[in-house]
């Protein structure tokens, strides 16, 4: 199966090239590195969800035009059935659902995302632009902020700003479901 990335990359330098936009005129809009626009549009690396929700609001399409290529049609309200939720690959082992793919013009971006128990050493820390709301499902979830571990259980919720580096890993062996509301 084809990873989701390499579905998506044509996508974003077809979006640049709709909106007569170079790489440089992308990047300085993004406020990233021509190079991280360019390594993400040739589809030989992952993109991050806080990357693709950059593009979407800066470019002014939906983020699942980007993710899926199709476009979301609901405007009142837009129903997920359990167990439903357009799937995302972001990083080879969480799975992401997002749960507002179906609404126009969303304002936030709502995921369930389900992480693995890992050791301390194998997860990296991200940044990115705008904030966070997770709301704990099941599992134990270890969150990493600017180095401070918070210690996560189902029906705790956190609030932070994407800008902190954070990473995160299920504990106790077991997986770890939750919430993740990205603005």
């Given amino acids: 199966m084809e990873q989701a990335y390499k ?4 996508r974003l330098a077809g979006l640049r090239d709709a909106l007569d936009l170079s790489v440089e005129d992308l990047a300085a809009k993004l406020s990233v590195e021509p190079e991280t626009v360019a390594a ?3 589809g030989v690396m992952e993109i991050p969800v806080s990357y693709l929700f950059k593009v979407a ?14 476009e979301a049609h609901l405007t009142n309200f837009s129903l997920v059935k359990a167990g439903e939720g357009l799937s995302v690959e972001r990083r080879k082992d969480y799975d992401y659902k997002s749960l507002a793919y179906k609404f126009t013009g969303r304002k936030m971006e709502p995921f369930k995302i389900r992480v693995p ?4 050493d194998e997860v990296k820390a991200v ?3 705008g904030q966070e709301f997770i709301y704990m499902l099941e599992g134990r979830l270890e969150l990493m902020l600017d180095g401070n571990p918070v210690i996560l259980e189902p029906g705790d919720s956190l609030y932070f700003s994407s800008h902190t580096p954070h ?17």
Avoid: M, N
């Fill in 127 to 129: 940044t990115h632009s």
């Fill in 57 to 70: 609001q800066e470019c002014g399409v939906d983020l699942t035009v980007l993710i899926s290529g199709a």
């Fill in 7 to 10: 579905e998506i990359a044509p």
């Fill in 117 to 120: 128990a890992k050791k301390a």
């Fill in 40 to 42: 993400y549009e040739s």
């Fill in 167 to 183: 990473s995160l890993r299920a504990l106790d062996g077991k997986d770890a479901e939750f919430i993740d509301v990205i603005i």
